[in-house]
């Protein structure tokens, strides 16, 4: 019988090395074995790079996976097979980091871009829209309805000055001089006028 230490390690069913030469031949139950000796080491290295507990359960998973697809490329170091699976789970855990950095702006770039008025444009539309409405109440009767005919609604002056039973040169007069009138009694208010 062999001295324990004229053993060859390969044969050592609790050295790394044996358990991995046990792997190579098919050894599901040899694998098992590493997995549970290493997978604690494993996680909490994937740990240190993703952060995140579930993140490091799947690197863990996916290292271990890796390495039961590639026996025959692991090294032993210092009659272990650890250090080749901490290189191998930290790989894998930057490897998921930058997925997760594409896919994120992956999804920026496809979030629908709301292009409403923001909560500043409401409040600066709201402050200008009271403003207009004060000035606009202020101006005579003839010119109020100027001003909803011609600068707020739609209407030509030909259409106001028939609408009023007024000239045509009339209606561009005094829409002209409430125009004038309203930017100055907005700008005295500090407000910029839309409708200019």
């Not at 901490?86 to 930058?98: E, I, Q």
């Not at 292009?115 to 409040?123: F, I, N, V, W, Y």
């Amino acid at each position: 019988m062999a001295h324990p230490a004229e053993r060859a390690p390969t044969d050592d069913p609790v050295d790394d090395a044996g358990l991995l030469a046990r792997a190579r031949r098919g050894d599901t139950v040899a694998f098992a074995a590493l997995f549970d000796r290493h997978v604690s080491a494993v996680y909490w290295r994937a740990h240190q790079v993703v952060g995140d507990p579930d993140e490091a359960e799947d690197v863990t998973q996916d290292t271990f996976v890796t390495a039961w697809r590639r026996l025959d490329d692991i090294t032993i170091v210092d009659r272990s097979v650890l250090p080749w699976l901490m290189v191998t789970a930290r790989f894998t855990a930057l490897n998921a980091g930058r997925r997760r950095a594409r896919r994120r702006a992956v999804s920026l770039e496809h979030e629908p871009v709301d292009t409403g008025p923001s909560p500043t444009d409401r409040a600066d539309a709201a402050a200008v829209a009271a403003a207009i409405e004060a000035a606009v109440a202020r101006l005579s009767p003839v010119d109020r309805r100027l001003f909803d005919l011609c600068v707020d609604g739609d209407r030509t002056y030909e259409q106001a000055a028939a609408e009023l039973g007024v000239t045509h040169g009339a209606v561009r007069n005094r829409v002209s001089r409430l125009r004038t009138r309203l930017r100055g009694d907005l700008r005295e208010e500090g407000v910029r006028d839309d409708h200019d």
